[in-house]
């Protein structure tokens, strides 16, 4: 079982009609796209998530990992469809975790050690469109050798949700 998200900073999914495809295929597909993009410090590798509890199926993710920043991508059939989705989330590092669990001072102290400043914020978008570029760029060449239509420019925005909650140093 691999180590979740403490914060979830994004999200984005796409469900299509009509394909079947190996999700084998997609992730092997997306680690070469990422590695063409030579990242500086993203570490490529499989997890696996339960589907509803401790006791459920086991789900395989793609994890693409720099530094606290992690994306989890799932590429699976859904029915007679295919999805894709990815998790963008922050799990903090042992110190700042242990620090966070001191009521009221606690995430005080974990910020001052770890603060968030324009640059983390920017080299987290920046991680964000890498990774989500080379999650698009597979599922188009997909989905244009399969016939089926392109996504629209509103399917293929992401969904940012707590990346800018934070305080900047």
Known sequence: MARKASLFLSHWHRLFGGLQESSQK??????EEVRKQN???VKLSR???SEKGILSAKREYLRARRQERIFDICAAPFGSN???????????GVIASLLMKIP??????AGTFKPETYYTLDTTLMFQDSIHSAVLNVMDKITEVKGLRAMTELERKPILSGLFKSKIS
């Open 26 to 31: 997609v992730y092997l597909a997306i680690e």
């Open 39 to 41: 990242l500086p410090d």
């Open 47 to 49: 997890v696996t998530h």
């Open 82 to 92: 295919f999805f894709i989705s990815w998790w963008l989330g922050e799990t903090p």
């Open 104 to 109: 009221l001072l606690g995430p005080l102290l």
